[in-house]
């Protein structure tokens, strides 16, 4: 438990530093901005190129990981829909409920199944985002959509609107790039590979701290029943389901450690930006993703700490 609190500590550090910065004015809040867009369509889409592109994907490897991921992802979104609706939230809190349960903040995964786990650890995250990061976008879409959007006016519009907006994601294009790049067999072509890993070796840290610097105190005032709620989906439905089909389906225990902090990270900063694109309860979601990233602090290492005792790692 030490160790891992240990581990994770520098983590949260940068966060908390990149949020010091930002209110501070350092170096600039234009800076800021313009951080958030480098690491969205430079960054991290080479790290999620080259990781992919590079990691074995054998299926004995795949389905069982897969089948892991997409059950609790499944879990996370039922129980979502299900307290939204005997909790009586109208379609945009609904939504913003459901956000805050099923997504995960992937620049947070990765950086903890690195710093824990080693280099095989980010190998096996970067599979798992692969594997959660289409499918939790659709998915979440399309139900916000029907919730926000329940009568069907414009209907049509929305869907190719959401249609577009996938089809050109930068971190959806640099996955389908890595994946078609792996199954083709072409290996490592130097110039690519080299550059793709000199920027993901900077993804890390950027995205650390831009995630502190998104980071919103404020907005933890904001209605308390959802924020719970949430923090029961995301923190609790979530990496427990992991645990309990990690277990059925015999994954191993590294693999199902790194599925474990998927679980157990909170929810994506970027469920402001849609929730407020899309008619979602924006201050809400700000308020999930802010409480949740502080209190995922001491929640994340005793989650990690009781799932090693559970999955039998060392």
């Not at 054998?58 to 990981?65: F, I, K, N, R, T």
């Not at 719970?228 to 994954?251: C, D, H, K, N």
Request: glycine letters at 10%; aromatic letters at 6%; hydrophobic letters at 60%.
């Amino acid at each position: 438990m030490l160790q891992i609190l240990l581990s994770i500590a520098p983590i949260f550090a940068l966060i908390v530093l990149g949020h010091v910065l930002r209110r501070n004015g350092i170096p600039s809040l234009e800076f800021w901005n313009v951080n958030d867009k480098l690491v969205y369509w430079v960054l991290f889409p080479a790290l999620l190129f080259y990781k992919v592109s590079t990691i074995s994907l054998s299926g004995a490897q795949v389905v069982p990981h897969a089948l892991v991921m997409f059950g609790a992802l499944a879990c996370s979104l039922l129980f979502a829909l299900v307290a939204a609706r005997l909790a009586g939230y109208d379609g945009p809190l609904g939504s913003s409920l459901m956000q805050g349960c099923a997504r995960h903040n992937t620049f947070i995964a990765l950086a903890v199944s690195e710093r824990v786990f080693g280099a095989e650890g980010l190998a096996v995250a970067a599979l798992t985002t692969a594997l959660l990061l289409p499918v939790t976008n659709i998915c979440v879409v399309t139900l916000m959509v029907a919730m926000i959007r329940g009568d069907g006016d414009s209907e049509g519009g929305v869907a190719r609107a959401i249609a577009r907006d996938l089809a050109r994601n930068p971190l959806l294009l640099a996955v389908l790039a890595g994946i078609a790049w792996n199954l083709a067999g072409l290996g490592t072509l130097p110039v690519l590979h080299d550059s793709a890993q000199i920027l993901g070796g900077a993804a890390l840290p950027v995205m650390l701290l831009c995630v502190g610097a998104n980071i919103q105190v404020r907005a933890i005032a904001a209605v308390v029943g959802p924020l719970l709620l949430s923090m029961v989906g995301r923190m609790v439905v979530f990496p427990a389901t992991v645990i309990g089909l990690a277990l059925a389906l015999q994954l191993p225990a590294a693999a199902a450690l790194v599925a474990l902090v998927y679980g157990a990270v909170p929810t994506a900063p970027g469920g402001f930006t849609l929730a407020r694109q899309m008619g979602g309860d924006a201050p809400v979601m700000a308020g999930m993703i802010t409480l949740q990233t502080v209190v995922a602090f001491v929640t994340l290492p005793l989650t990690l700490a009781l799932g090693a005792r559970l999955l039998g790692a060392p």
